[in-house]
């Protein structure tokens, strides 16, 4: 049985439709999971599943929550969700080559993806490696987080 994943879809301007590309290359592999995207990224991935004729075709429906758009809070409500546990899975397409104004609510969320040990995908080639892994399909499968009582229970 395959386990239903929360993946986390985010890109920078200049990567969304790249993302959306990615995207509808993999249509069939996203299908069963759940997609969380930040507002500009969810709006283009629709719309490119929505053009997908493959997707028109199979009569599906993917179940996708748009959050806010990145720099209006969106990174921040993705970062929260992470740390509630509730995403399984990071494919961003970062941009390199562009600062970015809100670059602090980025970092802050690879941070939190890093700390609560999410598999996180910062480019095309990582996320091909990711949504073909064998463990995709394991309903066994957990990261483990690691323990931060002694962090909590510090004297400070």
Known sequence: MIKRLTIALVAHDAMKHDLA???????????????????TTGRIVTETIMSSKK???????????????????????????????????????????SAQPHDVDVKALLRLATLYNVPTAINRSTADFMISSALLASADYKPVIKDYTSYIKRIV
Do not use: Y
């Open 55 to 97: 997707a028109e075709m199979s009569n599906t429906r993917f179940d996708i929550t748009m959050l806010k758009s990145g720099p209006l809070g969106g990174d921040q409500q993705l970062g929260a969700m992470i740390a509630n546990e509730e995403i399984d899975m990071l494919i961003f397409f970062w941009d390199p080559m």
């Open 21 to 39: 590309e990615w995207v509808a290359w993999n249509w069939e592999k996203l299908l069963s999971h759940r997609l969380i995207c930040t507002g």
